[in-house]
């Protein structure tokens, strides 16, 4: 079992920066892959970023490659998402989620475990 709680969400200009947190609960948060994801109104929820035990596996969705960077911080039990050059459409609320496979996958329905979610709003 892993709890997670995001933070570091809020309103910013187009072009702004933000850094997102998700702190995990329990001792094991080195056999987790964490992933990030995120659901606009109206839209269904799709997937951001994930990153594998250690780093080794790391995977973006095309629309924040080149923008956003995932890293995670095991002695913290902490997985974090900058974002750069921030997009209006990039407004949503961003959900971390966890998985006790090694894989940094893309696909909802591999993610267990789940946050409550941070907004993020980007204005134009």
């Known amino acids: 079992q892993v709890q997670l709680v995001e933070s570091g969400g809020g309103l910013v200009q187009a072009g702004g920066s933000l850094r997102l947190s998700c702190a995990a609960s329990?001792?094991?948060?080195?056999?987790?892959?964490l992933g990030w994801f995120r659901q606009a109104p109206g839209k269904e929820r799709e997937f951001v970023a994930a990153?594998?035990?250690?780093?080794?596996?790391?995977n973006y969705a095309d629309s924040v490659k080149g923008r956003f960077t995932i890293s995670r911080d095991n002695a913290k039990n902490t997985v974090y998402l900058q974002m750069n050059s921030l997009k209006p459409e990039d407004t949503a609320v961003y959900s971390c989620?966890?998985?006790?496979?090694?894989?940094?996958?893309?696909?909802?329905?591999?993610?267990?475990?789940w946050g409550q979610g941070t907004q993020v709003t980007v204005s134009s």
């Open positions: 990153i594998s035990w250690f780093g080794a596996r790391i």
């Open positions: 329990g001792r094991t948060f080195n056999t987790y892959t």
């Open positions: 989620a966890a998985t006790r496979n090694n894989y940094a996958g893309s696909l909802i329905r591999e993610y267990d475990y």
